[in-house]
């Protein structure tokens, strides 16, 4: 896990300088404090950054830039690859050498033996760049489910790239805001790919490769899909289900396990993160750690069901008390280790900044618990409005679209926007979708975005946009709503802002329900068994023994923390963002609107976070 940048002139006057990429490499040196490398091509044209926080193979022959075949390519990688000793082993048959013990040599040899088909055949997170002397070209490349991100700017002879976003605007520069990104993130409540929130600089999406050649720089390519994973499952009973589930589980969560320095568990009082710690009991591994933050809110401490789980599969227990109060006080901090502007993300801060200071390089996370195995209320919710949104469609006097305009007519109140979404966007699935995870309508982005930014409020369709990037028509009914949440909530803001705030405390997290292989195996499971419920039984049911009572049987909670209290009480103050392409009146009418109680907090949250990346 680590920080990549670098700069690669494609055109005669495209030229970068030491001082350069190391500017831009040094800009996210807390992604990797344990080593720093820098590599310039001797014409100029390429230069490559890394900075390293030390995993796999502690040695210094671990240290990037690393080169192969004489210096004619050279690789910085960020990430982790968990089946890199089966491919070393593979490729060692093939007649390749290797000098040292890392995962990177796997990813440079395997490119020498197996070309962009490498990518296929790497099991982990990762973004990389790699460039190839002889045929002047350089290939970037991320992980199929998006855990590890890659930013790009061109500037017209150069690609400039980093593993984020304030690396290439503080020392490149971002140019001013992107009205279609700025307008995705009203809709949505964070960014999706390609976009930010600046307009010269991108997002490679998940699962795509994109080559710069010489005089030229490649669209990204896509190479995976999700729906290719959820074909036809296998038919199966009940009981060879929940076997073919446990194994599938365990072999995950034994290769994420894969490290040369100590992994804990960010352990919660949810299923998720009790059933992994489970599941990695079970592997034979070294001892686990665990890690809970203890809050002095009753209604918010999770730490005495924490204490449950580690008793009940011996792992080394640290709980670290923490003030609500202090959070509070603290969330500025959190808010700018975002990178990019989300409605989500902070709480994470917070427990990453405890896992390094108990001694931790390396957490794991149960994201991804809830997509797989139908733990959020969308997968009730999301039929429900297909449903409703059908059945209006059919009496003449009723139609949804006209519903939603007389229903955005209406005073501001609570739900509003969330009846608005489900009128007007019902009818398909990816509109469904947006209706449930959707934030703002057409309408009151329009009225937030300046008047020669407000057409980008039309031009931005995230509906279209979303069908685009997932096409339901390819998946089974019964899947679509798991597909859903993998590509845009999964991918696009937790994911993203997991790595965000966890790299900036120099900690990698890794998430064991997100991976390929295990998704693949998931998707063979009849939906019907896999979906059951109550949520997620499967999952808890998979380790032995399963997991306790007093998580399973409990309400479902998440990570929250009192941000509605916060706000109204003063604790975080409402200073939202005052910025030419903002309409002040109209932020001053959401303000107005949450202190009413017509507003749900999310809708001030919003803006505030987006103030302070608009400086």
Known sequence: ?????????????????????????????????????????????????????????LSPGGHQPMAAAGGRYQLVFNGEIYNFEALRAELQ??????????????????????????LGRLRGMFAFALHDRDERETLLARDPLGIKPLYTLDDGSRLCFASEVQALRSVVGGGDVDPEGLASYLRWGSIVPPRTLYSRIRALPAGCWQRVRDRSVDEPTEYFRIEDCFGAADEMDEEEAHARLRDALLESARAHLVSDVPVGVFLSGGVD?????????????????????????????????ARTSADLYGSEHTEVKIGVDEIGDR?????????????????????????????????????????????????????????????????????????????DALPAWRWRSRMSLALDFGGSPAGAYFAER?????????????????????????????????????LPEEERVSAFELRQYLQVQLLRD??????????????????????????????????????????????????????????????TLPFDHWLRTGRIALDLPEHPCLQGAAVQRVRDGFERGNLHFSRVWQLLVLRDFLT
């Open 1 to 57: 896990m680590c920080g990549i940048a670098g700069v690669v002139g494609y055109r005669e006057d495209g030229r970068t300088d030491t001082r350069e990429v190391t500017a831009l490499r040094d800009a996210q040196s807390h992604r990797g404090p344990d080593d720093a490398g820098t590599w310039i091509s001797p014409d100029g044209r390429v230069g490559l950054g890394h900075r390293r926080l030390s995993i796999i193979d």
């Open 498 to 559: 997991i790595d965000a705030v966890s790299m900036r405390h120099s900690l990698e997290v890794r998430p064991p329900l997100v991976d390929c292989e295990l998704l693949r195996a998931v998707a063979k499971i009849p939906a019907r068994h896999r979906l059951s419920g109550p949520a997620k039984r499967m999952l808890r049911e998979a380790p032995r023994p399963p997991v306790a009572n007093a998580i399973w049987n409990r309400t479902k909670q998440g990570f």
């Open 331 to 407: 969330m500025p901090d959190a808010i700018r280790s975002l990178d990019q502007p989300t409605v989500d993300g902070v709480n994470s801060y917070f427990v990453s900044e405890a896992a390094v200071r108990a001694g931790l390089k390396v957490a794991i996370a149960g994201v991804g618990g809830d997509e797989l195995f139908g733990g959020y209320g969308s997968f009730a919710r999301i039929p429900r409005i297909r449903r409703t949104h059908d059945a209006l469609s059919r009496l003449p006097l009723l139609q949804p679209a006209h519903l939603a305009r007389g229903v």
């Open 93 to 118: 048959r093939l007649g390749f050498a290797f000098q040292s013990q890392s995962d990177t040599e796997v990813i440079l040899h395997g490119y020498r033996a197996w070309g962009r088909g490498l």
């Open 273 to 305: 993160s009790a059933a992994l710690l489970g599941l990695m009991s079970e592997t034979g591994e070294a001892s686990l750690r665990t890690i809970t933050l203890a809050f002095d809110v009753e209604g918010l401490d999770e730490s005495a069901l």
């Open 438 to 474: 959707g934030i703002n309508t057409a309408q009151e982005t329009r009225a937030l975005l300046a008047p020669e930014l407000a057409d980008a409020a039309d031009a931005y369709d995230p509906v279209d946009e979303l069908a685009r990037r997932l096409r339901a028509e390819d």
